[in-house]
């Protein structure tokens, strides 16, 4: 019934920037948090970035002091700034937003994927 629709994902040579955005659409619900994962080829997706409604963040230690994560609840939308990029970022970016509906229910959703290819 949500629907999140990413974007900003793309090629970049290393030390480059990208900014992913993620919206989510559909449903009446309310954002407990949204996030950032991802995955390279032959390795499980961790997470990359984590906010709440209420802003507070949470980062890997891979990308603290590179990435920026952001939200606009109006807009239920999430960004992840990516800067200082390094090949090691190269991967699917999926992003997620945990909610609960008008039903009181608690529901999870997840984007489609956006390919970061970090190029040496």
């Known amino acids: 019934q949500v629907q999140l629709v990413e974007s900003g994902g793309g090629l970049v040579q290393t030390g480059g920037s990208l900014r992913l955005s993620c919206t989510a659409s559909?449903?009446?619900?309310?954002?407990?948090?949204m996030a950032w994962y991802r995955q390279a080829p032959g390795k499980a997706r961790e997470l990359v970035a984590d906010i709440t409604r209420g802003g507070r963040t949470y980062y890997i230690d891979s990308v603290k002091g590179r990435f920026t994560i952001s939200i606009d609840n109006a807009k239920k939308t999430v960004y992840l700034q990516m800067n200082s990029l390094k090949p090691e970022d190269t991967a699917v970016y999926y992003c997620?937003?945990?909610?609960?509906?008008?039903?009181?229910?608690?529901?999870?959703?997840w984007g489609q994927g956006t390919q970061v290819t970090v190029s040496s």
């Open positions: 997620y937003v945990a909610g609960t509906g008008r039903d009181s229910l608690a529901y999870f959703y």
């Open positions: 559909g449903r009446d619900f309310s954002i407990n948090n």
